[in-house]
T-cell receptor
Framework: QQQVKQSPQSLIVQKGGISIINCAYENTAFDYFPWYQQFPGKGPALLIAIRPDVSEKKEGRFTISFNKSAKQFSLHIMDSQPGDSATYFCAASKAIQGGSEKLVFGKGTKLTVNP | GAVVSQHPSWVICKSGTSVKIECRSLDFQATTMFWYRQFPKQSLMLMATSNEGSKATYEQGVEKDKFLINHASLTLSTLTVTSAHPEDSSFYIC????????????FGPGTRLTVT
């Protein structure tokens, strides 16, 4: 129930194409769904996040689509660029005792955007 | 805003010695800090959660006596790997969240630990 399943494991897209990464979860207590971007040797950077009361959120070329009934959410990267080549992690979090949050991460998707 | 730093960025130590890694929130007060471990080409594994002034809460399977966590102030948390062994070699990443925006975790750049 604590898992977040992410697919695909790797993705190759041509420059200008659309990159789509999918995640699914089981625990309905999750109430926050962020996406992180990580370059080699660096820490993850928060890219975009969504709450379950919204079905879609867009920030620039990045869009999260959220399907509460299916317990799935996805990241769409429009007009993908070589600079987007990185590993992307979806995550889910819920409030835990003490007021803090605990993130559960997917296994990651390595995105390669070819020029 | 929401910048988190880690020091050192990389460290090499001999087996049996202890290593301390610092995590600092530079422009906000971090009510909660998290420590993760990441193996090559794998996801992040949460090691422990710490609230300022409280003892850290460790995840199942993480040795408390080996990985000492101190969250002494609202801007600083430290992870000490005691009696390090080669299997402790990994990428250690901290993150921090701030009061009022506890859902958002901001990650440090990570520390590469190599134990020889």
């Amino acid at each position: 129930q604590q898992q977040v399943k992410q697919s695909p494991q790797s993705l190759i897209v041509q420059k200008g194409g659309i990159s789509i990464i999918n995640c699914a979860y089981e625990n309905t207590a999750f109430d926050y769904f962020p996406w992180y971007q990580q370059f080699p040797g660096k820490g993850p950077a928060l890219l975009i996040a969504i709450r379950p009361d919204v079905s879609e959120k867009k920030e620039g070329r990045f869009t999260i689509s959220f399907n509460k009934s299916a317990k799935q959410f996805s990241l769409h990267i429009m007009d993908s660029q070589p600079g987007d080549s990185a590993t992307y992690f979806c995550a889910a979090s819920k409030a835990i005792q003490g007021g803090s949050e605990k993130l559960v991460f997917g296994k990651g998707t390595k995105l390669t955007v070819n020029p | 805003g929401a910048v988190v730093s880690q020091h050192p960025s990389w460290v090499i130590c001999k087996s049996g010695t202890s290593v301390k890694i610092e995590c600092r929130s530079l422009d906000f007060q971090a009510t909660t800090m998290f420590w993760y471990r990441q193996f090559p080409k794998q996801s992040l594994m949460l090691m422990a959660t710490s609230n300022e002034g409280s003892k850290a809460t460790y995840e199942q399977g993480v040795e408390k006596d080996k990985f000492l966590i101190n969250h002494a102030s609202l801007t600083l948390s430290t992870l000490t790997v005691t009696s390090a062994h080669p299997e402790d070699s990994s990428f250690y990443i901290c993150s921090a969240s701030r009061s009022g925006r506890i859902h958002e975790q901001y990650f440090g750049p990570g520390t590469r630990l190599t134990v020889t």
